[in-house]
């Protein structure tokens, strides 16, 4: 602990001592009086005497104590952050705040301390660097989270409680992720395994709930606080600029964050697969394409993008028990080349001249409704509503060829939640809610002569026009039996109705139209022991969903080379049933040990296979005849694995974090 007497009279200011930030909700306190840090982390000192031996407590930080000499001079106290950390706050687990020691899946926390500490670029890049999530990426303007085996469609994500997968997430790899930006979060929980019961379909492998800035009433006081950050990286000449701004009263609060960051051509590392090097690539002067030498090939030639994105936040507390809060946020990008698709050979050359995504735009607005006052069905009530609106395209061109294709997508995602607590006793609560999804999809796409300015139609992604809706309810139990033994218990169901009007004029699909109405129960089974204050064991079983969505029953796309997919109106949700056990131990007051194994049986899977469309096994797709296949549903498939995590404070400012993932 470090201590300094500097600043202004009858106040203490608690801060971190890495980031230097005033830190909230410290206990302060002598042997019979206590105070709490504000939003600042100031603490008044009238009701302290000088000579009192002060304590601070906070579950994240080390504890410190110092002997309060004078009161006439402002007192700094720095407080270092623990490593260890034994009671994590959740507050995506039954959709309210809850504490990670009692809840039975694997989460792992990520704060706004660790992304100031690690500086990601984008947030998939603050989720590789736990070491307990893979991330893949096919460019650089990309970040698919990989949980337990499961990718793309199979993870759900939610940015402060509203989902944002939506009917057009792929199977294949996700770059969404990048909308959301790292420097306006202010904390993620990745809860690894099912989730259906809290969130619904797609939550199969793991759940990424991101909660960006929050608002915060004050009880004293307007505080205003303010941050900012210049960033350079030399891989890839990353230069990222970053302001964010919060107001804090008794009755408004407000955030505004704001970020812009332009990355250049990425360098790769000398001992990275000769496949990716970039020995040449294609440049097109006056209408003509032509083949350059690259003089340095581990720079990767047309990977470089810009991002920017921005969110604001109001809050308002209307009576003593309804506050209501206001969002906007908005993130854009330039085109994003698809660098693996601009290495691919055909024939011995270079098959693209450009291959790129179009501006990923995202839009959200939603309110949020808190209901505080207690009566015989809930003691709390939240409503959210949100619109988003994503925007999204691709685009190529064969070398040598005048022909662009283009293609466009636009979502609209309407959705409500409505979700309630209803403490029974002490012991006893219930959680439940409703949770309702409309999403349209609009698809277009055409061909245009680069030389002649001439556009024709061509065939879209998607069936332009469709639907994808879903209702759902929830019901979730929490027995609190004593302080070492807890347990939950959950169901749903959920309820979609599908709709897609195929176009035949470009491919001879047998079918018209899909009318699906899949509907899916979940359910989940929990218990947290606590034998000692050492140990804790973790048990579930649980179940999940994922409905097939436009993405899975109406796209045309080419998958690789030589193969396209084609729609399958006839899939069915597929369902995955999981076990998992865990065990946490503190070894010494310094060391902590998490292991966690698990089993996860996937029946009815969606999974690509060799497809025929009026008996024929191939098609002319873009030009080239190509192998159909589609999504199908099979029998069945198994996963397991295993992950270790081993913490070591050997110091209050060293500390040792390894994981293993199998």
């Not at 350059?292 to 936040?313: A, I, R, Y």
């Amino acid at each position: 602990m470090l201590v300094s007497t500097i600043g202004f009279s009858q106040k203490l200011l608690v801060r971190d001592a890495t980031t230097l930030k005033g830190i909230s909700d410290v206990l302060v306190y002598n042997q019979s009086i206590s105070e709490i840090s504000n939003l600042n982390g100031e603490v008044g000192l009238d009701r302290f005497n000088v000579g009192d031996t002060l304590y601070f407590r906070h579950s994240s930080y080390n504890e410190a104590q110092l002997v309060l000499v004078s009161k006439d001079a402002n007192i700094n106290v720095k407080l270092i952050e623990k490593s260890i950390k034994l009671d994590e706050v959740v507050v995506s687990v039954s959709r309210w705040a809850e504490s990670s020691s009692e809840f039975p899946n694997k989460v792992v926390g990520l704060t706004t301390n660790d992304i100031e500490f690690e500086n990601p670029q984008t947030t998939a890049d603050a989720l590789a660097n736990t070491g307990e999530i893979y991330i893949q990426k096919s460019q650089l303007g990309g970040g698919s989270p990989m949980i337990r085996g499961f990718a793309a469609n199979r993870i759900l994500l939610t940015v402060d409680g509203i989902r944002l997968n939506n009917a057009i997430y792929r199977s294949g790899n996700l770059q969404n992720i990048i909308s959301i930006d790292a420097n306006s979060l202010e904390r993620t929980e990745v809860i690894f395994g099912p989730g259906s019961v809290q969130y619904g379909s797609d939550a199969l492998g793991g759940v990424v709930n991101m909660m960006t800035f929050s608002t915060k009433l004050t009880d004293q006081e307007p505080i205003i606080n303010g941050g900012s950050l210049i960033r350079y990286s030399s891989a890839n000449n990353e230069r990222t600029a970053h302001f964010d701004l919060s107001y804090s009263s008794p009755k408004f609060a407000s955030v505004t964050s704001m970020s812009f960051s332009n990355y250049g051509d990425l360098r790769m590392g000398s001992n990275g697969p000769d496949e990716y090097l970039r020995t040449e690539y294609v440049t097109t002067i006056n209408s003509k394409d032509s083949v350059v030498q690259n003089d340095n090939p581990e720079k990767q030639v047309f990977t470089g993008f810009s991002l920017f994105s921005f969110m604001q936040k109001l809050k308002f507390k209307l009576s003593d028990h309804i506050i209501t809060e206001a969002a906007f946020y908005y993130s854009n990008t330039n085109n994003i080349p698809r660098y693996d698709r601009l290495i691919q050979y055909k024939n011995g050359n270079l098959r693209y001249s450009n291959w790129y995504y179009g501006p990923q735009e995202w839009l959200m607005g939603k309110i949020d409704i808190l209901y505080t006052k207690k009566n015989s069905i809930m003691d709390v009530a939240k409503l959210q509503i949100a619109y988003q609106k994503v925007n999204e395209s691709r685009h190529d061109r064969d070398f040598g060829s005048a022909i662009r294709r283009n293609r466009y997508e636009e979502v609209d995602i309407f959705s409500i939640n409505l979700d309630f607590a209803k403490p029974l006793s002490e012991i006893h609560h219930l959680y439940y809610g409703i949770n309702l999804g409309f999403n349209r999809v609009g698809s277009t796409a055409n061909e245009l002569n680069l030389l002649s300015g001439v556009k024709n139609s061509s065939a879209t992604r998607y069936p332009d026009g469709s639907i994808y809706n879903n209702y759902a309810a929830y019901l979730n139990y929490e027995y609190k039996a004593s302080e070492k033994l807890n347990f939950l218990t959950g169901i749903r169901y959920s309820q979609f109705i599908i709709r897609s009007t195929f176009d035949t004029s470009f491919y001879p699909f047998p079918f018209t139209n899909a009318h699906l109405s899949p509907g899916a129960p979940s359910g989940s089974v929990g218990l947290v022991l606590s034998p000692n204050d050492k140990t804790t064991l973790q048990v579930n079983l649980s179940s999940a969903f994922r409905a097939p969505n436009i993405d899975d029953i109406g796209k045309v796309f080419d998958s690789e080379p030589g193969n396209v997919v084609v729609p399958n109106p006839d899939l069915k949700p597929e369902y995955a049933y999981n076990l998992d056990i865990g065990i946490t131990r503190s070894i010494t007051r310094s060391a902590k040990i998490d292991l966690t194994g698990f089993y996860t049986y996937l029946d009815n899977a969606m999974v690509r296979r060799d497809f025929s469309i009026n008996g024929q096994d191939s098609i002319l797709y873009d030009g080239e005849m190509s192998k159909v296949q589609a999504l199908v549903n099979t029998g069945s498939a198994y996963l397991y694995g295993f992950n270790a995590k081993l913490m070591i404070d050997f110091t209050q400012k060293l500390s040792l974090t390894s994981t293993f993932n199998f």
